[in-house]
């Protein structure tokens, strides 16, 4: 079975400075897809970047990035110039490509504190 | 706004109460899940629809019965919850099934059992 870990339960940062979260998976399949959702403290679990593992190139979205190392299997993320609004729980998440059911494996999750 | 509405947003219920969850999406999708996020576990995947048909049941015990009348709606009806029961439950949709699908989620329904 698929697994997510999160090392970090909880990280902080400054305003404007730059973090790291971190994800490693644990996996058999070559194909497959890897997700980053925020959920701030309205619950609302939003998308922040998507990854196929088919693709060298590491996903970016505005100040989002990821650092994908398959071989590794880690998915870390970085944000940059990081804003009040980024406090969340940041969860990393792991889909097979199996064509019978769309099955996310979460994280347990990081808690990203952002501080003035 | 992910285009997929909870309701209610808060729920408390004793342990003999019958109360059910709503879930609707406009985003014109096919598929709809039912998640249950509990403190200091990572979410767990309860159900899976699509086109209106259960595909997927993970375990879960009868006292939670889904409902999914047609594409754009699913319910989460609750009967004689125990208190570990209390989570919040999200729901979430996406095009289809297949592993390429993106799912978008609602704010959730936070459920708690007395």
């Known amino acids: 079975a698929q697994t997510v870990t999160q090392s970090q339960p909880e990280m902080s940062v400054q305003e404007a400075e730059t973090v790291t979260l971190s994800c490693t998976y644990d996996?058999?399949?070559?194909?497959?897809?890897l997700f980053w959702y925020k959920q701030p403290p309205s619950r609302q679990m939003i998308l922040v970047i998507r990854?196929?593992?088919?693709?060298?190139q590491n996903a970016t979205e505005n100040r989002f990035s990821v650092n994908f190392q398959k071989a590794a299997k880690s998915f870390s993320l970085k944000i940059s110039d990081s804003q009040l609004g980024d406090a969340a729980m940041y969860f990393c998440?792991?889909?097979?490509?199996?064509?019978?059911?769309?099955?996310?494996?979460f994280g347990t999750g990081t808690r990203l504190q952002v501080t003035l | 706004e992910t285009g997929v509405t909870q309701t209610p947003r808060h729920l408390v219920m004793g342990m003999t109460n019958k109360k059910s969850l709503k879930c609707e999406q406009h985003l014109g999708h096919n598929a709809m899940y039912w998640y249950k996020q509990s403190a200091k576990k990572p979410l767990e995947l309860m159900f899976v629809y699509n086109f209106k048909e259960q595909t997927e049941n993970n375990s879960v015990p009868s006292r939670f019965s889904p409902e999914c009348p047609n594409s754009s709606h699913l319910f989460l009806h609750l009967h004689t919850l125990q208190p570990e029961d209390s989570a919040l439950y999200l729901c979430a949709s996406s095009h289809g099934t297949s592993g390429e699908e993106t799912q978008y989620f609602g704010p959730g329904t936070r459920l708690l059992v007395l």
């Open positions: 998440a792991y889909q097979d490509l199996d064509g019978t059911a769309s099955k996310l494996t």
């Open positions: 990854q196929e593992a088919y693709k060298q």
């Open positions: 996996t058999s399949e070559s194909d497959y897809y």
